[in-house]
């Protein structure tokens, strides 16, 4: 039997096999049976109809270096790279994807008994071809949005650092020219100072967390026996002597015990508040609530605000929405909101958690 008959006739089977060997070369990803072989199907059955269309040698050489004509295989592979960089692959594991896809369909066909002949080693040679060509395809778009990425990360970094630097410039300013013996004065200016320097190290550890899974690292967490609740005391006291004409408002019980990670919890919750000081009304209060439900710990937030746009809601958590390529106009204000609401994402998953934000008119929950 021809290999791209061989590949319509055992689709099922073969992406089955696909997913089981996938499965082997990713021992640290928890998947579920239709994200592995989510675009698997489509990519091989697009390969096994073009196998059976004549090309010219030129036609080979360009396709072969992945420079052949964009063609449905393609899209489901750049779908399925980003579709994997969303859930924390890298690049090798992608390829790695790709290649147990190639032996897969080898094996099994081989496993068949075919007639080796001319046609059969032309059909083979047609075959890695065409997952040469979707595996370079892959790996440009995977590159491509890592580096938007990056730098997109960069530019939100430096944007946000700007203001609580330029506190701190402007601090040290008035040291130089206020009294010394004005203490309320120079206790007013320090506390902004370490309120800045503060705020510019959440900025700076969200970049290293961001950094971390964005190379494939699981977030680290330290999961302990620990009260919830001083945590978030904290963090809610914190914000409020850094934002004075903000009102926060927590309702929390006086223990809440769990296994939790107590570091990465209070930077999931200065996240999501900061975001909401930033984004929100700023003369209505943000609500934190945290209660013991079943055998859950919930954190609730509420904020008024402007209506997150439902495109926006779909990926909130992301650090860069996906986008076509083509799409030049100006981004809204939803268009992120900065690599905090991806940590705290990161931070809930490595808890075995889960998040999720609903924005009606009026106030936001997340």
């Given amino acids: 039997m021809r290999l791209s008959k061989f590949i319509m006739t055992n689709l099922e089977e073969i992406v089955t096999e696909w997913e089981s060997f996938a499965s082997t070369v990713l021992p640290e990803k928890q998947f579920d049976r239709d994200t592995l072989r989510d675009d698997a199907a489509q990519i091989l059955s697009t390969i096994a109809r073009d196998m059976e269309t004549p090309q010219t040698a030129s036609q080979q050489t360009k396709k072969s270096q992945g420079l052949g004509p964009k063609t449905l295989q393609d899209t489901s592979a750049e779908t399925h790279s980003l579709v994997r960089l969303g859930q924390g692959f890298n690049q090798v ?66 944007h946000d650092l700007r203001n609580p630097l330029h506190a701190i410039l402007s601090a040290a300013q008035l040291l130089q020219i206020i009294d010394p013996i004005d203490i309320a004065a120079l206790g007013k200016i320090a506390t902004n100072m370490i309120n800045s320097g503060t705020q510019m190290s959440r900025l700076i550890n969200n970049l290293l967390d961001f950094t971390r899974t964005r190379l ?58 900061a975001n909401a000081i ?41 650090l860069i929405p996906l986008r076509r390529k083509e799409n030049k106009k100006p981004q809204s204000e939803f268009s992120h909101l900065g690599i905090g609401l991806f940590i705290v994402k990161k931070i809930v998953e490595a808890h075995s958690g889960m998040i999720s934000v609903s924005s009606p008119p009026g106030p936001r929950s997340w």
Wanted: contains cysteine.
């Fill in 278 to 318: 930033q984004h929100g009304d700023p003369t209505t209060p943000i609500t934190v609530t945290v209660s013991l439900e079943a055998d859950h710990m919930v954190f609730r937030l509420h904020n008024e605000g402007p209506p997150i746009p439902g495109p926006a809601l779909q990926t909130i958590f992301d």
């Fill in 216 to 273: 494939g690292q699981a977030l680290p967490v330290n999961r302990l026996e620990i009260d919830v609740a001083p945590v978030c005391q904290r963090v809610v006291a914190e914000l409020a002597t850094a934002y004075p004409n903000r009102a926060i408002e927590l309702s929390c019980s006086e223990c809440l015990r769990g296994s939790f990670d107590g570091t990465r919890i209070g930077e999931m919750l200065s996240n999501l508040i």
């Fill in 93 to 158: 594991q992608v390829i790695s994807e790709f290649r147990a896809l190639r032996a897969t369909v080898i094996r099994l066909w081989l496993n068949s008994s075919p007639e080796i002949d001319d046609v059969a080693m032309l059909q083979l040679i047609r075959f890695n071809e065409g997952i040469d060509q979707v595996l370079a395809k892959s790996a440009a778009r995977f590159m491509e949005k890592i580096e938007e990425s990056t730098n997109f990360a960069v530019a939100v970094l430096a």
